[in-house]
């Protein structure tokens, strides 16, 4: 990396830290054709949590029928156990995801809703009311047993299927998952057509109906190169968790036109050029993705990746 850059310029009126919620190992990886190995699956969380990601989404507690990337989750999440001081949530989408993540130590989940019929039909086999009432019991299980809960909403800004999404139908879905009891949310704009203006309706939107700005996260995917763009509304907004994905990794399998997810490395050039805190080595954390890429067998979509992947190389192997 050249010295000194990206030069540090702060910006009045944004938070000082961000937390990034690394989702590479899970929704980065879920969509791939091939299997990957349960033991790179492993080391890459490691590296993602030496390069000092404190929030990594390792795998998903799904039926191995719908998503079978995921399906080596027993497997794989004790190999984790040695790592200290990083949060590894799991999604769940039922009781019984619940029941093997538990089992297994897991002291985060996240569920998976949808502000939309079409895609909630599509991704869940549920109408939207249909799919809240089945994480009514999952949430309220584990919240009694100390379990801190994520609720992701996706097609917050636009769906393939029904186009515009209303902001006060997104917000009564937000509302109510918050309701059940999640300790976050997150909101996902699942095929990436959100604009700036239209991330800052919503913030406020869901303030007004009592959701506030410290417990939501935002999910941006980069099909039409928005995504830094919608992370500064966000940021201006007084939001402080943003998820990203290492090397960009990403998609959804239920949404053909959503691409990749906003990289992390991208994300972590912005935040350390407006003087944002991370606790990320930008270094490692190219390395990292180079490494990945290497064993995906296809180059990194990260502009940032790309730009530093020879230095990245050279200093992690």
């Not at 980065?28 to 993602?48: D, I, S």
């Not at 968790?241 to 239920?254: E, F, I, K, Q």
């Not at 003087?275 to 990320?280: A, F, M, N, P, Q």
Request: glycine share 10%.
């Amino acid at each position: 990396m050249t010295e000194g850059l990206p030069m540090e310029v702060p910006v009045a009126g944004l938070p000082p830290r961000v937390r990034i919620h690394e989702v590479g190992p899970r929704d980065g990886l879920q969509n791939e054709k091939e299997v990957v190995p349960t033991e790179v699956k492993a080391e890459f969380v490691h590296r993602l949590a030496g390069a000092g990601l404190t929030t990594v989404e390792a795998t998903s507690f799904v039926h191995p029928k719908w998503v079978p990337q995921l399906a080596d989750a027993e497997d794989l999440f004790p190999r984790l156990s040695d790592i200290e001081g990083v949060a590894l949530p799991v999604l769940v989408p039922n009781e019984r995801g619940l029941d093997r993540a538990v089992a297994l130590g897991a002291r985060r989940i996240a569920v998976f809703a949808s502000a939309t019929e079409t895609f909630a039909a599509r991704n869940l086999n549920r109408t939207v009311e249909e799919s809240l009432s089945m994480f009514e019991p999952v949430v309220a299980r584990a919240k009694a047993d100390n379990v801190h809960v994520r609720g992701y909403l996706s097609m917050c800004f636009g769906d393939p299927w029904e186009g515009a999404v209303p902001v006060h139908q997104v917000v009564r879905v937000a509302r109510r998952l918050m309701d059940l009891g999640c300790d976050e949310l997150s909101l996902g704009d699942t095929i990436g057509v959100a604009t700036p203006g239209h991330v800052r309706a919503l913030l406020a939107r869901l303030n007004e109906e009592g959701v506030p700005t410290g417990a939501v996260g935002v999910h941006f995917h980069d099909t039409y190169g928005q995504a830094l763009a919608n992370t500064l509304a966000a940021l201006q907004h007084g939001v402080t968790t943003v998820d990203a994905s290492a090397g960009g990794l990403g998609g959804c399998p239920y949404a053909k036109s959503a691409t990749g997810n906003l990289a992390t490395e991208d994300l972590v050039w912005m935040l350390h050029g407006l003087g944002i805190e991370t606790g990320v080595d930008l270094g490692r954390l190219t390395a990292t993705s180079v490494w990945m890429a290497e064993r995906l067998g296809r180059p990194s979509p990260s502009r940032t990746v790309r730009a530093l992947a020879g230095t990245a190389s050279h200093k992690e192997s």
